[in-house]
């Protein structure tokens, strides 16, 4: 089964926490905090993988979630790092932010990308034991990973489309020149799934070509197998606009060309202004009648395409085309690569915006992604400890914002998980 777009979320491994621990041995008094740090979160990493052809895996699992880091240890043991969890995807696969639509990474190349990146491990008490506060009770949790929900979309890296309506003969052309054996049959929509190939017209030069099946009227629209299809053209350097010379379905040749051209401009203006040649097939059915012939060539020349004719059935004119195909290749630029467009939004976590209070019934609530940060790095059992946390809070303004709100002494206040009698 062919599936070239999936819709999958990703998380990666929350850092393990920093250790409260202190220095217990025989003989050896007050031996200090020797609290590890905790290890650092899996990331989420795509690697490109040559065997795969297709998003079939993602039908069926949504979720990809990496390791999460081991917490620290007693003396001064960091925690074990998470693993890595790495996601094989076809090459040609971009990957997009789900909400935005905008390009995150095209995976066209064999360098593995990282996704989202694993939360760094907290910080063991050893790191807060200072001359005046030699017996730290408390250390830094570990950083949460990252949450994204993102869409991959297969697009085949081919330097050559075959388009045309069904039954021109693109499964033929593609089987005569190249490894590739698509099915073939006398009737419509025989290919369902694109089909590649790689092309050699000599020592060391090759290029790929790809059969784009089911473009008909319609198509950009969602008739059809077009509109499944039609992306897998946006990278194609080149197309082979196939056309049935002889008209053996009763269609005419040249309202087939106007009308694929009129699709391919539905779908995106610059696939539209891709460069074409027009290739008059089955031209051994036509006998000595050459007025067909004429008639394509002579709209390619008023359209600016190149034209050839051939008979893919009887190999007439395929090899003079596959040389025409790599001489007009030398001409035109590599093939497109998606640049990347998402711009990650940085919470602000150091400043004092990023924290609200509002009054539920008797209890003031504070909240926010800063208080959550601050709050999650409290021992409330220690003094130092609730110490840090009430500078904190005090130099941010929040004291003061509660006294605003008409807070009095013995009203209840809630700050991330603790609760707790205000006292002026």
Sequence with gaps: MFIDIAKIKIVSGKGGDGKVGFHREKYVASGGPDGGDGGRGGSVIFQVDDNLSTLLDFRYKKKYVAAAGENGGSK?????????????????????????????????????????????????NTHFATPTRQAPRFAKPGQPGVERDIILELKLLADVGLVGFPNVGKSTLLSMVSAARPKIANYHFTTLVPNLGVVSVGEEQSFVMADIPGIIEGASEGAGLGHDFLRHIDRCRLLLHLVD??????????????????????????????????????VDLLGEDRAPVEALKAYADEHGFQFAELSAATNQGVAELMRMTWNALQELPPVFIYEPEFVE??????????????????????????V?????????????????????????????????????????????????????
């Design 76 to 124: 001064r043991c960091k925690g074990k790092d998470g693993a890595d969890l790495v996601i094989r995807v076809p090459r040609g696969t971009i990957i997009r932010d789900q909400k935005t639509g905008q390009v995150i990474r095209d995976l066209s190349d064999d360098e593995p990308f990282v996704a989202a990146k694993g939360g760094n491990g907290g910080w063991g």
């Design 245 to 282: 010379a002889a008209g053996s379905e009763g269609r005419d040749p040249l309202e087939d060309i106007e009308k694929i051209n009129a699709e391919l401009a539905g779908y995106s203006e610059f696939l539209a202004a891709r460069p074409q040649i027009i290739v008059a097939n089955k």
């Design 345 to 370: 939004a940085v919470e602000d976590t150091g400043g004092t915006r990023d924290w609200t209070v509002e009054k539920v019934e008797d209890y003031y609530v504070v909240s926010g992604a800063w």
């Design 372 to 424: 959550d940060k601050i709050m999650g790095s409290v021992n409330v059992d220690d003094y130092e400890s609730r110490q840090y946390m009430d500078r904190m809070l005090k130099s941010a303004g929040v004291y003061e914002k509660l006294e605003e709100m008409g807070v009095q002494e013995g009203d209840f206040v809630v700050i991330g998980d603790l609760e707790f009698e205000y006292v002026y």
